[in-house]
């Protein structure tokens, strides 16, 4: 049984795998291709890249969805050898991988089993579930589902296909949401408007070709962690998650 603070991967087989296990990356390959790289300027983007471990992909597929509700209206071409642990049994479209571990978290932590956060596949859409990794004794699969009937859609060895985000369990349901007019805060309110109007006047920079807006280039404010009211403390801007390690 982990402590509190053990995320434990048991492997279910003694025969080594060729499935990854790793803290997620940053990077995602649309976001390195944009201009100038700017959808790194967004903090909250890089930090859901980095919220979890990702399984990838044990080897180089495509997979094709002739539009049928069967299993066999899947069909997988490997570029080597087929792999079993990648197979079309649920039929609907669906690609399923049989991951091999069995996950276990600290008392009261969910696993939640979802695709890489902006991750991109043209053809799929990745499949997610909420497991109670603390008490389960089976393994559970990633499924991606085909969203193109009659066109083929690659998956290389290495990609991502799964990601792994430790949640509490129960902490959705405590808590009260409410509805509240931002005349009840006048201090957020106040700071609220003051970033209104910078905000406004930025994009107006942009507009007329402000030359020092331009030279600013971007609003760094958020990324900073600064409000009106000074810099927040603790601010996040990297996600450092500790590494698998064989035991």
């Not at 044990?58 to 490997?78: C, I, N, Q, T």
């Not at 290389?156 to 509490?168: E, F, T, Y």
């Amino acid at each position: 049984m982990p402590d509190a603070h053990e995320f434990i991967a048991y492997r279910v087989h003694d025969v080594p795998t060729a499935f990854g296990l790793e803290a997620a990356a940053l990077e995602r390959d649309w976001m390195s291709a944009a201009a100038q790289r700017f959808p790194y300027r967004c903090l909250p983007l890089n930090m859901a890249n980095q919220h979890g471990w990702v399984l990838t992909c044990p080897v180089s597929f495509r997979a094709y969805w002739y539009g049928g509700a069967h299993p066999k209206d899947v069909e997988l071409a490997f570029d080597g050898p087929a792999d079993p642990c990648i197979v079309g049994h649920f039929g609907a479209g669906v690609v399923t991988f049989s991951l091999p571990y069995l996950f276990r978290t600290p008392p009261g932590v969910n696993l939640w089993v979802k695709g890489p956060s902006n991750w991109i596949k043209d053809g799929a859409q990745p499949l997610e579930g909420i497991v109670e990794t603390d008490w389960a004794t089976s393994t559970f699969t990633m499924n991606w589902k085909l969203t193109r009937p009659g066109e083929w859609v690659s998956f290389a060895k290495g990609d991502p296909i799964c990601m792994l985000v430790p949640v509490p369990r129960g902490l959705l349901e405590g808590l009260v949401p409410k509805i509240v007019p931002m005349a009840a805060e006048p201090e957020l309110q106040s700071q609220y408007r003051t970033w209104e109007a910078s905000r406004s006047g930025f994009l107006e920079g942009l507009k007329v070709l402000d030359p020092d807006t331009l030279k600013q280039g971007w609003q760094k404010d958020y990324f900073r962690g600064k409000t009106d009211a000074g810099t927040f403390d603790p601010h996040q801007t990297r996600i450092d998650l500790k590494e698998f390690e064989a035991g």
